[in-house]
Nanobody
Framework: QVQLVESGGGLVQPGGSLRLSCAASGFTRNYYAIGWFRQAPGKEREGVSCISRNAGSTYYADSVKGRFTISRDNAKNTVYLQMNSLKPEDTALYYC????????????????WGQGTQVTVSS
């Protein structure tokens, strides 16, 4: 049974940092790329970042470039999203999702989703 579990969300002041984790289990092998998406109340789901199966390629939304860094530890089946210089507009429910091998910017192209972790940036 495939499962993705996000953790690391919370309340942080503007300018602060958080590290999100996405722990994957149930995959028969490390075939998957992991994307991070977020959705704020009343807004559409937005692609934030993605890392390919072997970490050979990554992408970032323009809104987070230079502030967020995605990485993965395949030995631990975990993908991380380091978020620095957080802004109030980063407030959202953050999801990780998996698809085979390569990243895609379209959330419809992901096969498995976690339940999400809330990130709130506020003073």
């Amino acid at each position: 049974q495939v499962q993705l579990v996000e953790s690391g969300g919370g309340l942080v002041q503007p300018g602060g940092s958080l590290r999100l984790s996405c722990a994957a289990s149930g995959f028969t092998r490390n075939y998957y790329a992991i994307g991070w998406f977020r959705q704020a109340p009343g807004k559409e789901r937005e692609g934030v970042s993605c890392i390919s199966r072997n970490a050979g390629s990554t992408y970032y939304a323009d809104s987070v470039k230079g502030r967020f860094t995605i990485s993965r530890d395949n030995a631990k089946n975990t993908v991380y999203l380091q978020m620095n210089s957080l802004k109030p507009e980063d407030t959202a429910l953050y999801y990780c999702a998996a698809r085979p091998t390569f990243c895609s910017r379209g959330y419809d192209n992901y096969d498995y989703w976690g339940q999400g972790t809330q990130v709130t940036v506020s003073s």
